[in-house]
């Protein structure tokens, strides 16, 4: 049986129970960060298999440093699936606090910077993904071009899933200059991300059939 396997030491069976709960985490971060290790995975594959096929000795030496890179971000991914939910707890506890406790505003907006931070982590995981797969999409066996297409589509949706949950966040200090500072950032780095993505696929998708695309 193939798992996949979390910081918590969950397979990918349990996760997905997990994620189907009644509860509010793990929730569309953990699942953003889920989307894009599975990218991470599938580009590291491609490169260790053309890596490892003599007929392209000449990328050989790129290939295999993108591939350990791409397990290091993989492992990076994979822990922000349990920081997800950590760093939801606080604004977890923010819901339930009464508006006029003393100090109120400070405990949110230093809630929602924490939180925050994990699918902005996330973002740059995916940003470094989508520039290894850039570099390498010219590199890899034609035999494995619909896995890296797949890679890529997989890093575009993990990038509108974790801006999603940036902007959930974000509404809560509405207006404020760290919400527009994130917002702003959170907007550049997914379009990067969505464009580069789209761009890659597109050149995957017309080596396998023009036709269809």
């Known amino acids: 049986m193939i798992v996949i396997i979390t910081s918590g030491d969950l397979s990918i069976k349990a996760f997905i129970s997990d994620l189907a709960n009644p509860v509010y985490a793990p929730g569309g971060g953990a699942a953003s960060a889920l989307a894009a290790a599975l990218s991470s995975a599938l580009v590291s594959m491609a490169a260790s298999l053309t890596a490892n096929n003599p007929r392209f000795d000449a990328f050989r030496d790129d290939l295999t440093s993108a591939s350990v890179r791409l397990r290091e971000l993989n492992t990076d991914l994979i822990n922000l699936i349990d920081r997800d939910a950590e760093a939801f707890e606080p604004l977890s506890k923010v819901y339930k606090l009464p508006k006029d406790t003393e100090g109120y505003a400070e405990i949110r907006h230093a809630a929602v910077l924490f939180a925050c931070s994990v699918p902005a982590d996330i973002l740059r995981c ?9 570099d390498v999409k010219n590199k890899c066996s034609p ?7 797949c890679a890529a589509y997989l890093s575009a949706a993990a990038a509108e899933c974790a801006a999603v949950t940036v902007f959930s966040n974000t509404k809560m200090i509405n207006g404020t200059d760290d919400a527009r500072r994130i917002e702003a950032e959170t907007v550049r780095i997914k379009g990067e991300i969505c464009s580069a993505c789209e761009s890659t696929a597109s050149v995957f998708l017309n080596r396998i059939s023009p036709e269809v695309h």
Not at 143 to 149: A, E, R, Y
């Open 126 to 134: 995916i940003s470094e993904i989508c520039s290894i797969l850039e």
């Open 143 to 149: 035999s494995i071009i619909p896995d890296v297409c």
